[in-house]
């Protein structure tokens, strides 16, 4: 917002969708670029890495894995969910 106050010139439009109809807009040339979740599905873009997510597991406090600080999620295929 602060950028478009100082650059009048510049519109913003965020656009919420599926993978391929991002794709689609693309090609068609009516988005500039994308951030996306996950991996690139197409060969016919380049893609830069923003960041990595980070999962936060959730136990009661008595549960055998609340006092640790990390967990590998092959730990997790013997909980119950």
């Known amino acids: 917002a602060a950028y478009c106050r100082e650059h009048s010139d510049v ?16 090609k068609l ?9 996950g991996r690139l599905t197409s060969d016919k873009y380049h893609s830069i890495l923003l960041d990595t997510d980070y999962l936060c597991l959730i136990v009661a406090p008595e549960h055998a894995l609340a006092n640790r600080s990390s967990v590998a999620m092959r730990e997790l295929l013997d909980e119950n969910f």
Do not use: Q
């Open 29 to 37: 040339y009516e988005a500039d670029f994308a951030i996306i979740d």
């Open 11 to 26: 519109h913003i439009n965020l656009i919420t969708d599926s993978i391929n109809n991002i794709y689609n807009k693309l």
